[in-house]
Every structure is written in C-alpha cells, then in structure tokens.
C-alpha cells in the first residue's frame, strides 16, 4: 500500500510546550486521517482532511492538509500531560483499507 | 452502546499451535480489518472485508487466516505458518471512510 512517512519518531516536550508531527508522501494523497493512541490503548480516529489546503481546529490540536495534497501535519499548541500517546496519520487511496505511518510518540512531562 | 470487542485481551500460545482471535462489532458496519501493531511499525494491514462472504488479504496477509460468514463477527486464526506471531492485534470497523476506523482494545499474543 502506499506508504506515508512521519516525523519525528519521538518527540519530549515539557507541559505548555507546543508540539509538531509530520506526515508526507511522495505521491498525492486522497485524504488524511489522524488517530491517536494512549499508551497500553487502541487508536481512537480524530480527524479526516480531504481538501488541499485544509485547515481544521479541535480545541488545542491544529491539522492542516499540504496545498499539493503530499503532506500533512498535526499542531498541539500548549500540551499537556493528557496529550502522551502516539499519533497517527493514515491515507486510503485505494478506498478499501488504511495505510498508516509509523507514528510519533510523543512525551510530555510536568 | 455500539463497539467493537476483541478477545482475549491476553493470549499465550505454544509453537506450532493455531490460535483464533475473536473480534465482534455491533455497530452494524460492512467493512472489517485486522491489523498488527509491533513497537516501531506501526500498523499493518493483515486481512479486510468488505462484506460478508467476502475479504482480501492485506500487506502481511502470510500465516494468517479469516473467515466473515456474519456481518458482526471477523475472527483472526494466527497459524502456526507464521513465523513471528508475537504481536498486538487489533480490529477495525468502519460504516464509510469518510468516517474513521473504529478500533477494538486490541489482544496481545505472546509465543512461549
């Protein structure tokens, strides 16, 4: 399937800290979905960016889709220690099934 | 209130043993998927069905099994073909794309 990479593998911030990851693809993508894993849990989805150039708010979290549909990124402004987990993009070009990245894990201390 | 269940949570198995994973949802979804999570990987997508009766294999599809004879329900076999079982499964519903996976907790299979 098609691979989609993410960056940073790990990223350690401090509590108020803003946190950035990163999802890209050497080819256009149809769609971006976002899902984020607690630690010892299951993936829980939060977003799915389908539109070049979107920009989309949940509370603290900022996702935006690339104008060229390549890239992706997840923005938490502020973290908190109930941010810890690891997040998730996902493309399904095919429109049968998810292919994920990697991830990023991401650790936030008090 | 709807989900997805999988059990066992936990799961041990001998070498050279099959072991089936059960995975149920209620949420009256057609589409199904098991997926492997191992430290560092990511997800990989082992088995998805589309509809009852029907499924395809995944990227990891090797020593694995499915069946979908019911709408609600997808187990996973794990056979002892596969080389390297030790994992985290998890299962996955969706009622569109456009809507995100639903995931269940997931079962962690050990090989001992």
Not at chain 1, 33 to 49: A, C, D, E, S, T
Not at chain 2, 44 to 49: A, E, Q, V, W
Not at chain 2, 51 to 69: L, P
Request: aromatic letters at 12%; one cysteine or more; glycine letters at 10%.
């Amino acid at each position: 399937g098609q691979q989609v990479m993410q960056i940073p593998q790990y990223q350690h911030v401090q509590e108020g800290e803003d946190f950035t990851t990163y999802c890209n693809s050497s080819t256009t993508l149809s769609n971006i979905q976002w899902y984020k894993q607690r630690p010892g849990g299951h993936p829980v989805f939060l977003i799915q960016l389908v539109k070049s150039g979107e920009v989309k708010k949940q509370k603290r979290l900022t996702f935006q889709f690339g104008e060229a549909k390549k890239n992706s990124s997840l923005h938490i402004t502020a973290t908190q220690t109930t941010d810890v987990g690891t997040y998730f993009c996902s493309n399904s070009n095919s429109g049968y099934a998810l292919n994920f990245g990697k991830g990023t894990s991401l650790l936030v201390t008090p | 209130d709807g989900g997805i269940t999988q059990s066992p949570k936990y799961l041990f198995r001998k070498e050279g043993q099959n072991v089936t994973l059960s995975c149920e949802q209620n949420l009256n979804h057609d589409a199904m998927y098991w997926y492997r999570q191992d430290p560092g990987q990511g997800l990989r997508l082992i088995y998805y069905s589309q509809i009852v009766n029907d499924f395809q294999k995944g990227d990891i599809a090797e020593g694995y099994s499915v069946s979908r004879e019911k709408k609600e329900s997808f187990p996973l076999t794990v056979t002892s073909a596969q080389k390297n079982p030790t994992a985290f499964y998890l299962c996955a519903s969706t009622g569109g794309m456009t809507r995100g996976y639903t995931f269940g907790s997931g079962t962690r299979l050990t090989v001992v």
